[in-house]
């Protein structure tokens, strides 16, 4: 087993999901950057990605709804610059990981997936609402760091209102048409049937 493919698919939507520019390749798609890969030396499992630093991601740095991160890449031919996205994009071409890819999006982005609009909001809202005291600690300690412009709690609220209501609000469907457009995913509805 060199790959979990169940892993490296959750970590494709997710990169994908998040509009995440600086993973798993670096900001000018050069190299790789910002993920661990790890296994355990008996091979019981293949290698697993893990995320790490996501400061580019959520709209953070441009408010960018729209980022699509699903183009073909050729960095990653080598040994050396191998990721993720890379491995993705060639097993895309294998039907049976496009149908594992298809019941995974389904299962994330339908009835009560982890990332439909209800369930990616109240993750934020819980998030938020846990560290909502250490944003005045933290407007204080970095207020004025960014052109001299005050960030104060108001500022945090703007932020977290916009990618509650803005980012999260549309985020699902427009990387789900994503995925759809590189035909990952059928053009059609990718509902599967449920039974009621």
């Keep these: 087993k060199h790959i979990d ?13 998040a509009a995440n520019r600086d993973m798993p390749l ?3 798609n050069s190299g790789p950057n910002n993920f661990w890969a790890i296994r355990p030396q008996d091979g019981s499992h293949g290698w697993r990605w893990v995320a790490h630093d996501n400061e580019h991601s959520l709209g953070a740095q441009d408010h960018n709804v ?11 031919a080598s040994t050396s610059n191998l990721n993720p996205r890379y491995i993705h994009q060639q097993l895309t071409e294998n039907a049976e990981y496009r ?4 019941d995974r999006v389904e299962a994330l982005f339908s009835n009560d997936g982890a990332l439909t609009v209800d369930n990616v909001q109240a993750m934020l809202d819980a998030r938020a609402a ?27 609220l703007a932020e977290v ?9 549309q ?14 995913i059928p053009s059609t509805s990718y509902e599967a049937p449920s039974f009621s």
């Design 130 to 156: 846990q560290i909502d005291l250490a944003i005045i600690a933290e407007s204080a300690r970095w207020g004025d760091q960014h052109n001299n412009t005050p960030k104060t709690k108001d500022t945090w």
């Design 161 to 169: 209102d916009w990618l509650r209501n803005t980012f999260l609000a």
């Design 5 to 17: 493919v169940d892993n490296l698919i959750d970590f494709m939507i997710n990169v994908n999901f």
């Design 171 to 184: 985020r699902g469907d427009i990387v789900v048409n994503q995925f759809r457009s590189r035909g990952w």
């Design 66 to 76: 729209n980022h699509n991160g699903t183009g073909d890449i050729s960095t990653g």
């Design 99 to 102: 149908l594992r890819f298809v």
């Design 26 to 28: 670096n900001l000018g």
